[in-house]
T-cell receptor, first 115, second 109 residues
């Protein structure tokens, strides 16, 4: 079975531009979460979506937005890019809404560089 | 104060050594606890969940002390392949995982 997939794998943008990152969860998983990992730090929670609705939001500015589609895939959008947005963006999927048995499985990430 | 705190290391140990990592968390409402492993420039992968009763998976043992808000990971008989960053993770709410900065382990021959 395919794991979590993300595209693109690498991306280079300039300050002020906008970017869209994509994620396909494991088949049968309905929950998708997004994390940002800057070099030397652990991943930071950005959003969680379940059944196409936002169920959680981390401490990120409104430049960050996301959505989930009927097939449970998801997009993360970042507007007005700043140098500090350079990071590895990770998508994680899980079967449900957070039962104690739910495990989050991470995709390989999209490495975004902002110049 | 950070929600999850870990010693960043690195911990340099020889093959066959036993090494222990510790982690503290600040929110007593935290619901679930995990150790994830992350190799360089790769995604985090679940190593094991952590239960109050303690749990063991081969050479790995995890412990949780809710009263002290403390989590530990013990690795016995270290292998070269254990070299990685070990992330202490706490679940808050539905699916929000809060990660520590990670502890880097280097196992040498």
């Amino acid at each position: 079975d395919a794991g979590v997939t993300q595209s693109p794998t690498h991306l280079i943008k300039t300050r002020g531009q906008q970017v869209t990152l994509r994620c396909s969860p494991i088949s049968g998983h309905k929950s998708v979460s997004w994390y940002q990992q800057v070099l030397g730090q652990g991943p930071q929670f950005i959003f969680q979506y379940y059944e196409k609705e936002e169920r959680g939001r981390g401490n990120f500015p409104d430049r960050f937005s996301a959505r989930q589609f009927p097939n449970y895939s998801s997009e993360l959008n970042v507007n007005a890019l700043l140098l500090g947005d350079s990071a590895l963006y990770l998508c994680a999927s899980s079967p449900g809404q957070g039962a104690s048995t739910d495990t989050q499985y991470f995709g390989p990430g999209t490495r975004l560089t902002v110049l | 104060r950070k929600e999850v705190e870990q010693d960043p290391g690195p911990f340099n140990v020889p093959e066959g050594a036993t090494v222990a990592f510790n982690c503290t968390y600040s929110n007593s409402a935290s619901q679930s606890f995990f150790w994830y492993r992350q190799d360089c420039r790769k995604e985090p992968k679940l190593l094991m969940s952590v239960y109050s009763s303690g749990n063991e998976d081969g050479r790995f043992t995890a412990q949780l002390n809710r009263a002290s808000q403390y989590i530990s990971l013990l690795i016995r008989d270290s292998k070269l392949s254990d070299s990685a960053t070990y992330l202490c993770v706490v679940r808050m709410g539905f699916q929000k995982l809060v990660f520590g900065t990670g502890t880097r382990l280097l196992v040498s021959p």
